[in-house]
């Protein structure tokens, strides 16, 4: 009956839904919370999610499906005017200025690519090492490799080498592998993109060889990251990935979020001698004020 039930709600809230569940629950274990009431542990985990800096609409969804699942099972909260003030209290949190998100070096990426090649089997070992150093290196967000409408690797992907049949669309020149994709029509730099990246300096992981491995495993697909059976990566469910991966290896890790590649590309790329402008054509911003949030993120690794 309950996997009717869900039926009735969109794909994307049952994935968003079942994040949640799995995230409560992940949460009472870690905390050895299983004696207190459903209610009580509800509310230690609204508290937990906003120590965690989670935006007041991902706790009033995780709310919305925690309740759903255990209304379900004949669960419900007593005391819906405290849990509705808990939630209006997030809100008004984060009206103010949120917890500082800090940028990964250069040297981070090396750990999280240990604990990936560690953590996972194979395949995905590859595909998840594979995303992560393309968000670093293409100053992309989660939404435009996973799932979402915002996807821009969904299609049109073009991929082209000598090794590969001539309908894909990838070209690689020594340490330089470009990807060609259509843009969004909120894209300022015309119809047509691409991204190239270079081989990094020694003993660093470098995003060519690691595009080039997972190409040579990936099932036939529409989307350019997916699953072995070919199936995108949902979004809710590479964020979990990450924040696992970033709670093993870094240090102060509620600092770090799936956004921290973003900023740690744009840093990485002004170390390296990028001018401002050819950043901003990189990370697809219009605005100079945002690009220089990004380039300067790395002083709020000194203010600590």
């Not at 968003?16 to 459903?38: C, K, L, P, R, T």
């Not at 299609?155 to 309908?167: A, C, G, M, P, Q």
């Not at 991966?245 to 870094?250: C, E, H, M, S």
Request: charged share 20%; proline share 4%.
């Amino acid at each position: 009956m309950e996997f009717i039930l869900l039926l009735s709600t969109a794909e994307n809230t049952r994935k968003a839904y079942g994040m949640a569940v799995d995230s409560f629950h992940s949460y009472i274990q870690e905390w050895g919370i299983q004696s207190q009431s459903f209610e009580e542990q509800l509310f230690l985990f609204v508290t937990f999610l906003l120590v965690c800096d989670k935006a007041p609409t991902t706790v009033a969804s995780y709310v919305s499906g925690i309740k759903s699942h255990y209304k379900l099972q004949g669960v419900e909260i007593q005391n819906e005017l405290l849990l509705s003030r808990m939630i209006r209290g997030v809100r008004n949190f984060n009206k103010g200025e949120r917890c500082p998100r800090l940028p990964l070096l250069i040297q981070q990426l090396s750990l999280i690519i240990d604990a990936i090649q560690a953590r996972f089997p194979r395949y995905y070992q590859i595909l998840y090492k594979s995303m992560v150093l393309t968000m670093f290196h293409g100053l992309l967000r989660v939404r435009e490799v996973t799932d979402t409408k915002h996807n821009l690797l969904a299609k049109n992907v073009s991929i082209l080498t000598r090794h590969l049949d001539e309908s894909r669309s990838l070209t690689q020149h020594q340490n330089l592998v470009t990807l060609h994709f259509d843009t969004t029509k909120s894209d300022q730099y015309g119809t047509k993109n691409q991204w190239t990246w270079f081989g990094p300096e020694k003993n660093s992981p470098c995003p060519v060889r690691a595009i080039l491995e997972y190409i040579r495993i990936r099932p036939q697909a529409t989307w350019f990251f997916v699953k072995p059976n070919g199936l995108p990566i949902p979004r809710p469910e590479f964020l979990q990935t990450l924040n696992e991966v970033f709670a093993q290896v870094l240090h102060g890790h509620i600092l770090y979020h799936s956004h921290s590649l973003r900023m740690g590309g744009a840093v990485y790329l002004m170390l390296n001698g990028w001018s401002k402008e050819q950043i901003m054509a990189k990370g697809r911003w219009v605005s100079s004020e945002t690009a220089d949030k990004y380039c300067n993120s790395i002083h709020k690794l000194f203010s600590r």
